[in-house]
């Protein structure tokens, strides 16, 4: 078995994020449904992304979010990803890089535009999302780095990608080759979009390759088909080792050995922007399991991650979670 250089390694797709505010006004008059993911083509995005007020350019897309997470609790972690050879690209990869993770994805030279999000924050702090992918779904079984995949402790795989034939191919050669250097494999669902799509898909993928699931409340019901929340946990246990799902203010409900256990959010003073929310708990949770930590700290350390993110605008943490994690005592 190889060495471990990563305690995570994260394939998804490489998107920068233009946040901006708007009501829900501008979200009939624009045709975008509130609080949703919305694919759309490269002409929405640049109209879109014209009409954003004051908009804020910053690196984003959902296992990217994650890994920069990871990298603000002290871990060390490397992205796969695709972006074209543009402005946006070029920012994608400094971003990434400066907050220590390396990323060394070939970028297309050809075709589609690197990929944005344009997403309108709403005073409630719902997010939006209005998602051109361009380059990042042009990613192939070329594209995954087995020596980087093999070099980390766990994978962490972006539902977001699983959508074309090659990305999918490269989805499960990343799984499998993870598997085969005896390294955990993790998966986030991203969207209840992503859930519908490619149902039967995820849940062979679960069974075979998962060992660490994440979702949240919607996605798991919608992944089992039910509106019985306590059924589709108890489905999700017979499919997983371990998994987490996220319930907003209701905390999360974590599953290993034994019976589910409940862990409670982190209180909020005011909620500003729940983009990445779902991300950073992720990034919370994974540092605890590549530590070797109990699952219920786990789930705490991602609260933590999440109350931080959803407290600015933007998808990635302002402050040090390392620096947060201590404060609550949980390295003390």
């Given at each position: 078995?190889?060495?471990?250089?990563?305690?995570?390694?994260?394939?998804?797709?490489?998107?920068?994020?233009?946040?901006?505010?708007?009501?829900?006004?501008?979200?009939?008059?624009?045709?975008?449904?509130?609080?949703?993911?919305?694919?759309?083509?490269?002409?929405?995005?640049?109209?879109?992304?014209?009409?954003?007020?004051?908009?804020?350019?910053?690196?984003?897309?959902?296992?990217?979010?994650?890994?920069?997470?990871?990298?603000?609790?002290?871990?060390?972690?490397?992205?796969?990803?695709?972006?074209?050879?543009?402005?946006?690209?070029?920012?994608?990869?400094?971003?990434?890089?400066?907050?220590?993770?390396?990323?060394?994805?070939?970028?297309?030279?050809?075709?589609?535009?690197?990929?944005?999000?344009?997403?309108?924050?709403?005073?409630?702090?719902?997010?939006?999302?209005?998602?051109?992918?361009?380059?990042?779904?042009?990613?192939?079984?070329?594209?995954?780095?087995?020596?980087?995949?093999?070099?980390?402790?766990?994978?962490?795989?972006?539902?977001?990608?699983?959508?074309?034939?090659?990305?999918?191919?490269?989805?499960?050669?990343?799984?499998?080759?993870?598997?085969?250097?005896?390294?955990?494999?993790?998966?986030?669902?991203?969207?209840?979009?992503?859930?519908?799509?490619?149902?039967?898909?995820?849940?062979?993928?679960?069974?075979?390759?998962?060992?660490?699931?994440?979702?949240?409340?919607?996605?798991?019901?919608?992944?089992?088909?039910?509106?019985?929340?306590?059924?589709?946990?108890?489905?999700?246990q017979a499919d997983t080792a371990v998994?987490?799902?996220?319930?907003?203010?209701?905390?999360?409900?974590?599953?290993?050995?034994?019976?589910?256990?409940?862990?409670?959010?982190?209180?909020?003073?005011?909620?500003?922007?729940?983009?990445?929310?779902?991300?950073?708990?992720?990034?919370?949770?994974?540092?605890?399991?590549?530590?070797?930590?109990?699952?219920?700290?786990?789930?705490?350390?991602?609260?933590?991650?999440?109350?931080?993110?959803?407290?600015?605008?933007?998808?990635?943490?302002?402050?040090?979670?390392?620096?947060?994690?201590?404060?609550?005592?949980?390295?003390?």
């Amino acid at each position: 078995m190889s060495d471990i250089r990563f305690d995570v390694v994260g394939l998804g797709n490489a998107i920068v994020d233009v946040l901006s505010r708007a009501d829900d006004a501008f979200l009939a008059e624009w045709g975008i449904h509130k609080n949703a993911m919305n694919l759309i083509e490269e002409p929405r995005a640049h109209e879109l992304t014209r009409v954003a007020n004051d908009p804020l350019y910053t690196s984003g897309g959902s296992g990217a979010n994650t890994i920069a997470g990871l990298a603000s609790f002290g871990a060390t972690a490397a992205y796969i990803g695709k972006v074209a050879d543009d402005e946006l690209g070029a920012q994608f990869k400094r971003e990434m890089e400066a907050s220590g993770v390396p990323f060394a994805t070939q970028p297309l030279s050809e075709g589609p535009a690197t990929a944005r999000s344009i997403i309108f924050v709403t005073d409630d702090g719902h997010r939006s999302m209005n998602t051109f992918l361009g380059a990042s779904v042009l990613f192939s079984k070329d594209d995954v780095d087995v020596d980087v995949v093999k070099a980390g402790g766990i994978l962490y795989l972006e539902g977001y990608l699983f959508d074309k034939d090659e990305a999918k191919e490269a989805f499960i050669h990343a799984a499998e080759t993870a598997k085969a250097a005896g390294r955990k494999v993790s998966l986030t669902l991203s969207d209840k979009f992503c859930v519908d799509r490619h149902r039967a898909s995820f849940l062979q993928l679960i069974r075979n390759n998962i060992d660490i699931l994440f979702a949240n409340e919607e996605e798991l019901l919608a992944l089992y088909q039910t509106d019985d929340f306590d059924a589709a946990i108890k489905a999700l246990q017979a499919d997983t080792a371990v998994a987490a799902v996220t319930r907003s203010e209701k905390g999360s409900v974590v599953l290993g050995d034994g019976e589910p256990v409940i862990v409670q959010a982190v209180p909020v003073k005011e909620v500003v922007d729940t983009t990445g929310a779902g991300d950073q708990y992720a990034a919370g949770f994974l540092f605890g399991l590549s530590r070797g930590l109990p699952l219920v700290t786990c789930a705490r350390l991602g609260h933590i991650a999440a109350a931080e993110v959803i407290s600015h605008i933007g998808p990635r943490p302002a402050v040090s979670y390392k620096v947060l994690a201590e404060a609550a005592g949980i390295f003390a």
